[in-house]
């Protein structure tokens, strides 16, 4: 989040020219305000975002400090998501299941559920082949 406010703070330059190639509405709104306004906000939106959402009451206190801090309501919201996209970004997630899951989990209950419901049918497909070529051939 960093580097988009101060490539869009530092005004003419390569880094400010990207940024108004690929984001040209943010580009916008973080050239309206000073670098480390813009900094100190999108900081405070980046801390709040917990599992890759921010919770309305963090919503309504970072719109409490976007207007303190003189930031328009619609900037504000482009850089709460640009905050959620720099989480994104830096918190890789595997939704794939697997036994190192943390126990507590869906992933890890659905996972250990499909492997031990598939050990009882080939141990009881085991079994009953057992018995019937114990009987068959006595």
């Not at 507590?104 to 057992?130: C, H, K, N, Q």
Request: with cysteine.
């Amino acid at each position: 989040m960093q580097n988009s406010a101060n490539a869009a703070s530092a005004g003419p330059g390569p880094r400010a020219g990207i940024l108004a190639e690929r984001w040209p509405s943010l580009a916008r709104a973080l050239s309206r305000y000073e670098q480390s306004t813009a900094e100190r906000f999108s900081q405070a939106a980046y801390d709040c975002v917990a599992a890759g959402i921010i919770r309305l009451d963090d919503r309504k206190r970072l719109a409490a400090e976007a207007e303190g801090l003189g930031i328009r309501p619609f900037d504000a919201q482009l850089l709460i998501a640009c905050a959620i996209r720099e989480w994104a970004l830096d918190h890789a997630y595997d939704a794939v299941p697997s036994p190192d899951a943390p126990e507590l989990s869906f992933e890890f209950r659905a996972w250990r559920r499909v492997w031990m419901r598939l050990a009882i049918v080939v141990g009881f497909a085991v079994a009953m082949d057992t018995i019937i070529i114990w009987k068959w051939l006595s």
